[in-house]
């Protein structure tokens, strides 16, 4: 037979072609009305994840996607992915963004009676355990005392002092109360931190012959401490439930109550609990790692709480956690999850566990979920020399081996145009993207906002070279204290809680605070506004950054202790550095900043040399205040060549915080930036996310007679002034406490010869309680020259008794 030329060539360029056309992707369809008989194609689709694996798994193509249609799909069990399912590229989808829903849970049918009591019950099938539920897709409260408030946070619910005391009408743990209560096994109680520095959690066990309730828990804060005796709630005991949407299950009658919302048809609802803990997890290793999955368009829902799970310390941050979470990484490389909504799970949204790399989350939509929005944790193993809690480091013993001792961590990693939104509504030691024992980890156009403690928290130095750009922060910190909408650690091999331990150290190597870290942290173009603590706070140890270009609408910028941080060309409005118990010669810049008040030091002679210098550099920055705050503190080297004029803000109001072409700023060095690149990017959650209020531009009158923008008091040759709020930080106490400060305080001088030390925080005095300067003027005009004083006091964080036997000078304004 013979073929013309053109066929010829035709016929060739298919046979060279077939290598490759064999290859071609594999589509595969799923339909909740689907068959896991069919073959899986659109017209006879399949049913099920894990039939959709099956078949992935036993083609011989390169490439796969699995196109889930619209509805809801229950799993029966955790997907998990193994290094079997790698592929050159593999996606499951939904064919339509937000349409399908990959649920942990399972819908009840039931049929509900209304009792006399108001409430409704239903009788619920063998086998169920029901720990969240849902109606009509809304989590719905467990019955708890006190009753829930919308909105309600740690600010706005009675004043600071009231709340320090145990108010026994309000007090769910109060003998009268549980006294009410018949079987409380099985119950939670929930309590914050007594300096709000997170929370714990216990399960009720059962009741003692006395009343007293047996617990086990409280052990999810690395930095652990009694009850709060106000900020504290129980929740599943039949006897508290009295309010709308809340509900109780007696699991050995095996009936659920439940108390609808105003003109709910309960009969009409449809009824969903929670069955797992993990709705997809990817199980790989070092070696054979789970490779180029992707997740794309699916809402994921009801996965489990896992609070009583958090067990597990980091280092030595404040925080434990609990690795798991609706979406778990546990050695993984190259996969995504992309356009997810991550809708109410109980626990963790996505947890990235040990060694995975190059894994990016973008476009998805993060909100109201009980823990971490997401977490990337690495392998205390791959830290040399660790330690955990507040312990204290053995220098004479320490590995001095720079960077990690394996590669078990996450690394080179992004998270990237999401909006996250209402994390931590169980777990309030937790943030939208939290970091520990990772390396290189993007974080970038995201939406973050109306969380309870810090909106990007990195939890240690180990291992750098994170990146935080272009994003949108505020409405933090709105249930917890001392702490910022970017918050970090860095308690890492060098660092101590008394810095004058860590210095000798450093002098003999200067390489010493950066051993744990491959690279510098960069802090770049967000937007930030925390109203309850800093806008960015680097906490202990905190080394190694660079934050430029950043607008920081109201806390300002802390800089605690640490080595080698270089904030320029940032603007601080309102606000201005709040350097804290520096370390000598620590190479510390400040410079072409546009700042708003003095420096607002805490603690600040520790550590310092002899001359009183600061830093390596403060200096050229524009003051938009009084010629007084810039002047303020050149004793210590600071802002010689500083000036102090208006910043010349486009528009303030509107939240343009670009300068002029004629602004004094720039005569200093700074560079204007970009105002309209803040937060996500994607346009259908640009629609919907918040931005933060913009303050009115304040002139303060920083003078003479202030510190940190409060006037002080002489008290012989020192001042006293009062700290507020996040101010307690620098002396170790939760930001509810009060006191007085003393500055000023030198070797030799007639306060020093009392026995008092610059930096000293007077709370009581023969047992009156000082809350204000005005309190020891009070107590000074009717006790100074009697007998003895005994003074409480806090000093380098520690509480100290301190008796003088001698006359106590006058307080003068």
Known sequence: MKYSASLRWVIGISIALLPYLSSFSQTIYVSVKGNDQHPGTKIRPIASFSKAQELVRKSGEATAKVIFLEGTYYLPETVRFTDKDSKSSVVYMAEKEGTVVISGGKQLQLKWTKSSKGWYTASIPSGNTIDQLYINGVRQRMARFPNAVEGKNVFDTWDLSHSMKSDSARDPLNPKRIANWKNPAGGYVHAMHTALWGDMHWLITGKKSNGELMEEGGWQNNRPSPKHPGYRMVENIFEELDAPGEWFYNASEEKLYYIPMDGMDINKAKVEIVRLKHLIEFNGSTASPVSNIELKGFVFKHAARTFMENKEPLLRSDWTVYRGGAVVFNGAVGCKITDCEFDQVGGNAIFISKYNRNLTVSGCYIHHVGANGIAFVGDPDAVRSPLFRYAKQDFNNIDRTPGPKTDNYPSDCRVDNCLITMTGRDEKQTSTVHISMSHKITVSHCSIYDVPRAGININEGTFGGHIIENNDVFNTVLETGDHGSFNSWGR?????????????????????????????????????????????????????????????????????????????????????????????????????????????????????????????????????????????????????????????????????????????????????????????????LKAIAKTPVFPQVNVLADTDKMINGRKYAVWGDSKLWTPRGEEFSAFGIDFSSTGIALDGVVENSAVFLLGFRNGDLIQSVNNVVIKTIADFKGYLSNNKNTGEHHFDIIRNQKQIKLLVNKTLPNVLD
Not at 571 to 581: E, M, Q, S
């Open 492 to 684: 890492d091999r060098y660092w101590t809680p008394e810095i004058n331990e860590s210095v000798p150290e450093v002098r003999k190597d200067k390489q010493f605070p950066f051993l744990d870290m491959l690279g510098p942290n960069i802090i770049r173009n967000n937007r930030m506004r925390c109203d309850h603590g800093w806008d960015i706070d680097l906490d202990d140890g905190s080394s190694w950054y660079r934050i430029y270009n950043n607008l920081l609408l109201n806390g300002g910028l802390k800089m605690r202790e640490g080595f080698d941080r270089i904030a320029t060309n940032n603007i601080i409005i309102n606000n201005g550095l709040h350097p804290h118990v520096w370390y000598p010669n620590s190479g510390d810049v400040f410079a072409h900043n546009i700042v708003f008040r003095a420096y607002s030091p805490a603690l600040m002679n520790k550590g310092i040399p002899a001359d009183g210098k600061w830093g390596k550099l403060l200096d050229s920055n524009l003051y938009v205040a009084a010629v007084g705050a810039m002047k303020k503190y050149i004793a210590n080297g600071c802002d010689s060549n500083s000036i102090a004029g208006e910043a010349g803000f486009i528009n303030a109001a509107l939240g343009d915080y670009g300068v002029t072409r004629t602004s004094k700023a720039r005569s200093l060095g700074f560079i204007p930036f970009a105002m309209n690149d803040f937060g996500v990017q994607k346009p259908t």
